[in-house]
């Protein structure tokens, strides 16, 4: 069992940056793939970006290409979205989630557990 809170969500001008953490309790967190997922009111979730369990690998949507970073440090059981050049079409809850099964999972936005989300707000 995994569990995993979120944090750093916030109102942001478009433009500005915040970095989301992740972190999770329980069971061999670095033995997962960690992604992080988004979903607007009224659309349909999206991933955003995913990270292999030794953080070696990254994959990232195209809409955050070059401005989001993901990582993650297994010695603190955290993983983390930087967010840069933030623009108002970014604004949404993001969560992030944990799949045993590895990265390619995480971009079909298959996962194992995830969290409740932080919200993140762009103001024009």
């Known amino acids: 069992q995994v569990q995993l809170v979120e944090s750093g969500g916030g109102l942001v001008q478009s433009g500005g940056s915040l970095r989301l953490s992740c972190a999770a309790s329980?069971?061999?967190?670095?033995?997962?793939?960690m992604g992080w997922f988004r979903q607007a009111p009224g659309k349909e979730r999206e991933f955003v970006a995913a990270?292999?369990?030794?953080?070696?690998?990254?994959h990232y949507a195209d809409p955050v290409k070059g401005r989001f970073t993901i990582s993650r440090d297994n010695a603190k059981n955290t993983v983390y979205l930087q967010m840069n050049s933030l623009k108002p079409e970014d604004a949404a809850l993001y969560y992030c989630?944990?799949?045993?099964?590895?990265?390619?999972?995480?971009?079909?936005?298959?996962?194992?557990?995830r969290g409740q989300g932080t919200q993140v707000t762009v103001s024009s």
């Open positions: 989630a944990a799949v045993y099964s590895g990265i390619a999972a995480l971009i079909r936005a298959e996962y194992d557990y």
């Open positions: 329980g069971r061999a967190f670095s033995r997962y793939a």
């Open positions: 990270i292999s369990w030794s953080g070696g690998s990254g």
